[in-house]
């Protein structure tokens, strides 16, 4: 898990002869005290001496292994101080440099105001993480792009974030998390599709969060194993909901990107829904057609983390099912289960589609 590896050498992975996107990067502030020049006083007041109250705290533990501080890889930790993914030259070093990258989004997760129980703070800290991504990294990296943060669950605030944002192209998805206070089709998130459908911009839902409620339809888990298998549930669960709830319907334009979630759930997700769909669908007149036809064309996943079945055709049949111009390759830097981009796409991917995985898919949904 936490292996020390030398920098690659310089270079693209051979089969992404469309470019190399990476989906999905951390960055992280060195301390609350970047955030503070996008702040007005009252809010500094409050993040500085009170700080962030989440919906739910970590009562038994950190959500990571003590082995792996802030879920990060060892060897991502800068020479020059600062937790993984705070100094940009040593990104652009072990990241972009090393892999040949052309674009890397940035997925900005904590801390971001997202989750947070006081609405008002959480306001603030989301639009102060959209100006510190472009104070201190899109304006020095033209390979690198930001994420819209917005605090979710005030519906009118993150659709007027959205809107302030929309214009500038650094700016290319608005980023959610998994585990909300409610199902993402719910009323009260769709100013968020809305604004979104309007800018044209997709929206990434990132494995995680703080729902406030556990993390299993039984509790809360007892080992970390389990947490992190929860991702993929919480994924199928406002995956369920968007779809059942016409999200889709409401907004044909929009797009969504389950990040870090798996995708080996998507068929038979989709199965499910259309059995259940098929014999009820009275009860929901707005979803006009099967789920499984709307998950194709609107729902996009990431690489990371990738199945490994015991049979290889079985991820095949996954992605052919998904859609091969749906799936978009994400290395998760730095965290510790970071894939390496010139070992995460299986060599048994046909070489066009391993292209269009590693860099093609992205640069058309994203409009690179």
């Not at 060892?74 to 674009?103: C, I, K, N």
């Not at 339809?217 to 016409?246: I, K, R």
């Amino acid at each position: 898990m936490n292996l020390v590896r030398p920098i690659a050498a310089p270079g693209r992975p051979a089969a992404a002869t469309l470019g190399l996107v990476d989906c999905d990067i951390h960055p992280r502030v060195r301390d609350l005290g970047e955030f503070r020049p996008f702040l007005t006083e009252a809010a500094w007041h409050r993040l500085a001496t009170y700080g962030i109250h989440a919906r739910h705290g970590f009562a038994k533990g950190y959500p990571f292994p003590k082995a792996a501080p802030l879920a990060c890889r060892r060897d991502a930790w800068p020479p020059g101080g600062g937790p993984p993914a705070s100094d940009l030259p040593f990104l652009q070093a072990q990241l972009l440099d090393a892999y040949g990258m052309d674009v890397g989004v940035l997925n900005p997760l904590q801390p971001s105001g997202q989750g947070d129980v006081n609405d008002g703070l959480s306001v603030a800290l989301a639009s102060a993480v959209n100006e510190w991504q472009v104070e201190h990294w899109l304006r020095h990296e033209p390979r690198l792009r930001g994420s819209i943060v917005v605090p979710y669950e005030d519906g009118a605030a993150s659709a007027e974030e959205i809107r302030r944002r929309a214009g500038d192209p650094r700016f290319c998805q608005v980023l959610l998390m998994s585990r909300t206070s409610e199902p993402l089709g719910r009323q009260r998130y769709w100013p968020i599709w809305q604004a979104a459908a309007e800018a044209g911009l997709p929206v990434g839902i990132h494995a995680f969060g703080y729902s406030g409620h556990a993390m299993t339809n039984g509790g809360w888990p007892s080992f970390y194993v389990e947490e992190v298998q929860e991702h993929a549930t919480s994924a199928q669960a406002q995956v369920s909901s968007m779809v059942v709830e016409g999200i889709f319907e409401r907004f044909p334009g929009l797009k969504v990107i389950m990040i870090e979630c798996g995708f080996g759930w998507m068929p038979s997700l989709a199965w499910r829904l259309d059995a259940t769909w098929k014999r009820l669908k009275d009860e929901v007149p707005h979803l006009k057609r099967a789920p499984s036809e709307v998950m194709r064309e609107h729902v996009f996943v990431s690489t990371q983390p990738i199945e490994e079945p015991e049979r290889p055709e079985h991820l095949l049949d996954a992605m052919e099912w998904i859609g091969w111009d749906r799936i978009l390759f994400a290395s998760d830097y730095p965290h510790w289960d970071f894939d390496d981009p010139r070992l995460a796409i299986p060599a048994f991917i046909p070489e066009e589609k391993r292209a269009a995985i590693y860099g093609g898919n992205a640069r058309r949904l994203f409009g690179f």
